[in-house]
């Protein structure tokens, strides 16, 4: 407690003796001035300069010239200094002048910063000050904003500036709720507003209530976010904060404000929750990224506190004990990621903590041994949260994830699964390369990933337009194919989608039959028909539900089936029962054009694939050649 105690007055002592006279103000100041760019005394150096006010500005001017005349190698203090001048508020006024040249000439982060500095300076001063021009500071900023605005510079900053600005130094309510009812980058200014008010009425708290909830929301498909007021999830958690509202909504609408000082003020708040979603879960274990390294270190020291639902963090906390380049011990994350793995184990079933210790060396790259039983329901919740977890990992990290829990019949617990919900979701991802590996995932698994799922292709089409991707929807074609004619398929499955009206399933079905030698004499004539018939060709759009959510446009893919495939693909089935399907000329020459020979060598060619029974090797290549020809796709492992 004396320890604790002491360390307090040491913090607040430069204050203390610069409101009493025992040490030179200007000491104090200046040495206030110099920790802005220490990450861990910059909060204490921004209290000691917005307690001293006015007295604060000739030095944090001085040095801001000094700064921006050193370029980029001051920008740390740059940044610094301008989040204290904002912070100070209305005296920073006469500091306008070196906030408009750190936004005109400094860095992307500094012009950004001036911004709102600016902003926040300018909607503190009196209206009813006028300028020698006439009109306000807030007229001013926005003016020299307009005028001077950088291509470079962040647009939402900008607009963000422009809509706050708007509001004036005195907002009224109905001018926030007008704001609020834009959304996005409007709905952040509006908070901001609100949050200056001394009270505010009934309806504008429902209204951020409500806005700050749909920022908030955490669905299990992470694509059908709505994005209305996500912009604003920040802005709106602090406006309630500030306004007495402290549930769990606001603690995750902080862990995305801009400020860090906020950012560990909303970990602070969820360490005391128990009853987070494994989404909301997610969300906190993302500030492990964080550009901010005491907010990296609060979220170790949360995640440590949260028991057995810290399991969401095992991939990422492997995946920084792997990585070499970060400023922190490999050794705290390995430390943290056993500590959650015996805390998981010891308050849950054999079963689940024989599964969580092979999905942990899954993670570490390493091979999981020791017996497989069957799973049971606690083990698949845990698995579950563990590929949450993995959302966004490259490699073979899902795949691998995917092949332990099919080992495991994680899928044949009865009722829905939250662990396929999981595959699914890992879809979510910016990364093409990550796309992929939980696509991959899902072929792995087999048919059994789309027992709760409505719509399979759609929600994988829905993925690749999220992330930017509509160029590949075609993908989602292949995907389907593989997982539900792939391996996992049973044949009675398989035999059942060689019937089906479109291409990519027939003939994924078809080859699959083939290589596992389960074609039958009773499928000839459906092996006829196909050698010589078109199938329809395919087409799918980005669903209302989606569109709704994000706000982007309707996107449609579609194009002709490769008839000239279809028919090589069957007529190679049909050479495996000693069938010359290549005696109808039309089927001749697509066989030849796909196999690459003459029509006259193609006789001699076909007898030399029945006689090395080569038919599957052909087939699998004239496959991904028609999936390249009509949808320009990345092969899939």
Request: proline letters at 4%.
């Amino acid at each position: 407690m004396f320890r604790r105690c002491l360390g307090s007055c040491t913090a607040v002592f430069p204050l203390v003796a610069l409101i009493s006279g025992d040490l030179s103000a200007q000491d104090a100041l200046t040495r206030a001035v110099d920790q802005l760019v220490d990450a861990k005394k910059k909060e204490h150096g921004i209290a000691v300069l917005v307690a001293a006010g006015e007295r604060s500005i000739p030095p944090l001017r001085k040095r801001l010239k000094h700064c921006l005349d050193e370029g980029e190698s001051a920008e740390a203090m740059v940044i610094g200094i301008l989040e204290a001048l904002g912070r100070v508020g209305l005296p920073a006024q006469a500091a306008l002048p070196e906030i408009h040249d750190a936004y005109m000439f400094g860095s992307l982060a500094a012009s950004n910063l001036a911004m709102w500095t600016a902003t926040i300076v300018a909607v503190a001063s009196d209206r009813d000050e006028d300028l020698r021009t006439g009109g306000t500071r807030c007229d001013e900023v926005a003016s020299w904003l307009e005028v001077d605005w950088r291509p470079k510079a962040d647009g939402t900053r900008y607009w963000w500036a422009q809509a706050r600005l708007g509001l004036g130094t005195r907002p009224s309510e109905q001018g926030i709720l007008e704001l609020l009812e834009q959304g996005s980058v409007s709905s952040s200014a509006a908070a901001h507003a609100a949050a200056g008010l001394g009270h505010i009425s009934r309806d504008l708290r429902g209204t951020l209530q409500a806005a700050l909830v749909e920022a908030t929301s955490r669905p299990d498909v992470p694509w059908l976010r709505p994005l209305h007021h996500s912009a604003a999830e920040g802005d709106l958690a602090l406006a309630l904060l500030k306004h007495g509202e402290r549930t769990t909504p606001v603690a995750l609408g902080l862990l995305e404000h801009w400020q860090a000082r906020n950012r560990i003020n909303g970990l602070s708040m969820l360490a005391a929750t128990n009853s987070l979603s494994v989404e909301q879960r997610l969300t906190l274990v993302r500030r492990l990224w964080d550009s901010d390294r005491q907010v990296r270190d609060h979220t170790i020291g949360t995640l440590q506190g949260m028991g057995p639902s810290a399991i969401v963090a095992l991939r990422a906390l492997r995946a920084f004990e792997a990585d070499q380049g970060t400023d922190r011990s490999a050794a705290l994350y390995r430390r943290c990621a056993e500590r959650i793995v015996a805390t998981v184990c010891e308050n849950t079933t054999p079963a689940a903590a024989e599964l969580v210790r092979h999905a942990d060396a899954v993670l570490q790259g390493l091979p999981w041994t020791g017996p497989i039983t069957a799973c049971d329901q606690a083990a698949s919740a845990l698995l579950a949260e563990i590929v949450t977890g993995s959302r966004g990992a490259l490699g073979q990290t899902l795949p691998q994830l995917a092949a332990l829990a099919v080992a495991r019949d994680a899928f044949k617990v009865g009722g829905p699964s939250p662990l396929r919900t999981a595959f699914l979701a890992a879809l979510h991802t910016d990364s093409l390369e990550a796309w992929t590996g939980a696509s991959d995932a899902l072929i792995v698994i087999g048919p059994d990933v789309t027992r709760d799922a409505a719509g399979f292709r759609q929600l994988l089409a829905d993925s690749l337009i999220a992330a930017g991707q509509v160029d590949l929807t075609g993908l989602a074609f292949a995907v389907e194919a593989k997982t539900l004619a792939g391996q996992h398929a049973s044949v009675d499955e398989l035999r059942a989608l060689m019937s089906s009206s479109e291409w990519h399933l027939v003939t994924h079905a078809l080859i699959e039959l083939q290589e596992r030698d389960a074609l039958e004499r009773r499928d000839l004539k459906l092996l006829q028909t196909l050698a010589a018939t078109s199938l329809p060709g395919f087409s799918i759009s980005s669903s209302a539900e989606f569109r709704r959510a994000t706000g982007i446009w309707q996107s449609t893919w579609s194009g002709p089936a490769p008839h000239q495939a279809v028919h090589a693909i069957s007529a190679l089935a049909l050479a495996s029962f000693d069938k010359t399907p290549w005696t109808s000329a039309i089927c001749a020459m697509d066989l030849a054009a796909e196999l690459s020979v003459g029509t006259g060598y193609l006789p001699d060619y076909m007898r030399t694939v029945c006689a090395q029974r080569s038919f599957v090797k052909h087939q699998r290549t004239i496959e991904e050649r028609a999936w390249s020809k009509s949808f320009w796709l990345h092969r899939l492992r």
